[in-house]
Each structure stands twice: as structure tokens, then as C-alpha cells.
């Protein structure tokens, strides 16, 4: 069963403070890792899409990284406006339907 | 609009009620899924669409849920005799094909009272 686990629930950090969020999975083929972004009350917004391991993409502040177990999304000098959930999510090979198993979300706040 | 429309935004009904939520996906979109999501469970898969057929129900929690797309676009996923536990933002997404990535609509909460 594939599983995706993120951590740490919560993080509050200070505008300007980089810090990295992680994720953890198990599946038994990865055909790709999905991170989204979500604002309260609204859907998951796409950010990324990682394929293989040592794959690197980046966006503005955000720069995701991928390896054969984990995945992190690196925030560089967070703004408040960088405060949402941020969602990850496996899409495992032989999917029929290419679902996504997502982990519960790590919510950032930051302030100014 | 360019993205995933959902319809109604919110719905509060009594236990025991039929509902119908409808997704309105990005044109040209051949791949619609429809997802869950609880306070405490995250967001769990329930249905997904290639066309107007549905080779995997596997996520559908209970036979009190169905659902169906016609024209290759609109997906309506009715619950019947709502339940209390029912009550969840259910989230519809398209795309283009099934490798690609997954857009989202903005959701409908659904309050079972």
C-alpha cells in the first residue's frame, strides 16, 4: 500500500527564515511526486511534479528536491504570503488511474 | 474560466437527504477524479474518469455513492441517504492525460446535519 507521510504538522517561522519541509513515502513504483499548494477554503494549487531521484525544481522561493525515499520543499526567506499547506502527493506506476495518495499536509505560518 | 469549476460551493443538507455535487473540469481535460477530504484523514481518492467511463471506483467508501460523466466533461457524484459522516470537502480535479498533473477545483463542503 502506498503511503506518503509529512512532517512536521506545523511549522511557524519568522519572514526571512528558510527552513525545509519533508516528505516521506513508500511506494512500489513512483511514477511521480506532486507537491500543491492549499489556501484555506480553497482547492490544492500545483507547484511541482518530481520524476526521479536527484531531480530539482524550483519556483520564486521555493526549490523541491527529490531522493528515493523523501522528498523536501526548501522555503528561502519566507514572506507571509508563503503561509498555506502544503500538500504531497505519490502517483504510484501500474496505477490504473494514476490517483494520487497524499500525506496530511504540513501548515506553515509566517510572520512578518 | 480556464480552470475546474465545482458546483454549489457549499451544501448543508439533513442526514438521510440525496446530494448531487457537479464538476465542470478544464476543457479538453480527458482524465476527472474526484477526492475527499476530512478534517483528520486528509485527501482521499474516491473516483476517477477516463471519458465517460470509470475504470476505477476502488476510493467509492459505501454503494450510497455513485457517480457519472457524460459528454467526456460535467461529473455529478450523487450521495445518497447522507450520513453524518459524510460531512467533508469533496474536491474534483481533471487532466490532460493520465501522466500529467492533476488541477483542482475549489471544492464543495458538504455539512450532513
Known amino acids: 500500500e502506498d503511503q506518503v507521510t509529512q512532517s512536521p504538522e506545523a511549522l511557524r517561522l519568522q519572514e526571512g527564515e528558510s527552513s525545509s519541509l519533508n516528505c516521506s513515502y513508500t511506494v512500489s513504483g513512483l511514477r511521480g511526486l506532486f507537491w500543491y499548494r492549499q489556501d484555506p477554503g480553497k482547492g490544492p494549487e500545483f507547484l511541482f511534479t518530481l520524476y526521479s531521484a536527484g531531480e530539482e525544481k524550483e519556483k520564486e522561493r521555493l526549490k523541491a528536491t527529490l531522493t528515493k525515499k523523501e522528498s523536501f520543499l526548501h522555503i528561502t526567506a519566507p514572506k507571509p504570503e508563503d503561509s498555506a499547506t502544503y500538500l504531497c502527493?505519490?502517483?504510484?506506476?501500474?496505477?490504473?488511474?494514476?490517483?494520487?495518495?497524499f500525506g496530511g499536509g504540513t501548515r506553515l505560518m509566517v510572520k512578518p | 474560466g480556464a480552470g475546474v469549476s465545482q458546483s454549489p460551493s457549499n451544501k448543508v443538507t439533513e442526514k438521510g437527504k440525496d446530494v448531487e455535487l457537479r464538476c465542470d473540469p478544464i476543457s479538453g481535460h480527458t482524465a476527472l477524479y474526484w477526492y475527499r477530504q476530512s478534517l483528520g484523514q486528509g485527501l482521499e481518492f474516491l473516483i476517477y474518469?477516463?471519458?465517460?467511463?470509470?475504470?476505477?471506483k476502488s476510493g467509492l467508501p459505501s454503494d450510497r455513492f455513485s457517480a457519472e460523466r457524460t459528454g467526456g466533461s460535467v461529473s455529478t457524484l450523487t450521495i445518497q441517504r447522507t450520513q453524518q459522516e459524510d460531512s467533508a470537502v469533496y474536491l474534483c480535479a481533471s487532466s490532460l492525460a493520465q501522466s500529467n498533473e492533476q488541477f483542482f477545483g475549489p471544492g464543495t463542503r458538504l455539512t450532513v446535519l
Open positions: 474518469f477516463q471519458g465517460n467511463s470509470a475504470p476505477d
Open positions: 502527493a505519490v502517483q504510484a506506476v501500474g496505477n490504473a488511474g494514476n490517483m494520487l495518495t
